[in-house]
């Protein structure tokens, strides 16, 4: 089979990629009530590829990332990441296995400065606890790792050019700025995969390219990303591969050349660009 196919719900499949399954969603299943947001949703996600998942309003994506991400418990179903099963597990139980989302809705704390947001980051930091960071024996070793930090913090503003931010309030950056804080934030929790929910929204045409500039070099340096994304160009230029939901389903899944021209998609957009 070519890479140029799709995977239908009619049965027909699709060749996966060389770098392996980093995350899998079996028969994923959430209903709130009488609606049934997710309906036996079935896809992988390759190694060290940038992913989309689109579909019309109301097709279910928002609902898998949170099912994928622990924010909702799937009814059924399974999620496994590198081999392991993540399903009904915490968000920040999640995020500890290097599996990190960000939210179409930035979510900085915005009366702390952006400096303040990265240090909070990183994880297993021995000064988040109290009797630990005035212990004698600990004091010193809470000390160099926060000076040890507030360098990798340091570097990741430069990095995402938000080093002269550093001392301005999260609350006064523009909707562009905080994706990129949230982005970087993401960085320093050492994942593996980032799910980015809705990245593009809000952000001005400079800003979009500076963040999908640093999702390619990030996936260069071995990031595998999913990608929720209303605008079509950016899902279509960016990503190596496709999934397609609808009415709670995945329709379709493959190269984003063959997506375009895929009629069951064209109906289920109701002509909308793709």
Known sequence: MSESETRDTDGSTTAASEGGVHLRVED??????GIVAVDGASFDV???????????????????????TGVHTPDSGRVTFDGEE????????????GLVRTFQIARGLPEMTVLENMMLAPKDQIGESILRSVMPGTRRRVVDQETELRERVWETLELFELDHLAEEYAGNLSGGQRKLLELAR????????LLLDEPMAGV???LER????????LRERGYTFLIVEHDMDVIMENC??????HQGKVLAEGAPEVIRENERVIDAYLGEAI
């Not at 390759?46 to 099912?67: D, H, V, Y």
């Not at 500076?210 to 390619?216: C, G, K, M, N, P």
């Not at 190596?240 to 939901?245: A, E, H």
């Open 204 to 206: 001005n045409p400079s």
């Open 210 to 217: 500076t963040l999908l500039e640093h999702v390619h070099a």
């Open 28 to 33: 994923l299943r959430k209903r709130f009530g």
């Open 240 to 245: 190596d591969r496709v999934i397609v939901m």
């Open 86 to 97: 993540i399903s009904g597990l915490g968000p920040a139980r999640i995020a500890n296995r």
């Open 46 to 68: 390759e190694r060290g590829s940038i992913t989309g998942l689109i579909g019309p309003n109301g097709a279910g994506k928002s609902t898998t990332f949170n099912c994928i």
């Open 186 to 193: 993401a960085l320093l929790t050492d994942p593996e995969m």
